[in-house]
């Protein structure tokens, strides 16, 4: 199984994007869906995440900008992405924590022109 991204891409500073993620195959036994990112030159760090119950976390860098979701019945983890910032460009890596190990998404490229 595969975690396939999309919904990158080129935005001017202050608009949107929606990035989603979904798996190639049927994965059982979810507990935390999220969404990574890496800047040039940066580590990868964590945006936001939900958890099997729906709580969710958020860096402070995103928070109140970004929000975070799931499709339970498609195993797909979105992030609704306002108000964009320059300092938002990166590449964006979708993660899924399973009850036997974890998966990563090839990522996906947002670029911000300020």
């Known amino acids: 199984v595969q975690l396939q991204a999309s919904g990158g891409g080129l935005v001017q500073a202050g608009g949107s994007l929606r990035l989603a993620c979904a798996p190639s195959?049927?994965?059982?036994?979810?507990?935390?869906m999220g969404w990574y990112r890496q800047a040039p030159g940066k580590q990868r760090e964590l945006a936001a995440r939900?958890?099997?119950?729906?709580?969710?976390t958020y860096s402070d860098s995103v928070k109140g900008r970004f929000t975070i979701s799931r499709d339970n019945a498609k195993n797909t983890v979105y992030l609704q992405m306002n108000n964009l910032k320059p300092e938002d460009t990166a590449d964006y890596y979708c993660?899924?924590?399973?009850?036997?190990?974890?998966?990563w998404g090839q990522g996906t490229q947002v670029t911000v022109s300020s």
């Open positions: 195959g049927t994965i059982s036994g979810i507990r935390v």
């Open positions: 939900i958890i099997g119950g729906g709580t969710t």
């Open positions: 993660n899924i924590v399973t009850a036997w190990g974890g998966l």
